[in-house]
């Protein structure tokens, strides 16, 4: 998995721990992700996490921070078929 951008926002909190632990119960190689975080501007931290699956084009942008939970809604979008 290659994580670009403000990849801090997301190493510091742990999720990207959480991220490649969906990744890998969905059975899907976290090799083949990219994800790019983008630090928002706001007085709280708010991000934006855009995942895409480098073999299929398949991703999506995700919202990440307090009283975002980008990693269940990942899950939520792999367990729907939206990103494989």
Not at 21 to 38: N, Q, R, S, T
Request: proline share 4%; net charge negative.
């Amino acid at each position: 998995m290659e994580v670009t951008g403000d990849a801090n926002l997301i190493y510091d909190s742990g999720e990207v721990s959480d991220a490649l632990a969906v990744l890998a119960a969905a059975g899907i190689d976290p090799e083949h992700f990219v994800f790019h975080v983008k630090r928002l501007p706001s007085s709280t931290i708010r991000y934006a996490v855009s995942v895409t699956n480098r073999v299929t084009q398949r991703g999506a942008t995700l919202a990440g921070g307090p009283g975002a939970d980008w990693v269940q809604d990942l899950k939520e979008k792999i367990n729907a078929g939206e990103i494989q």
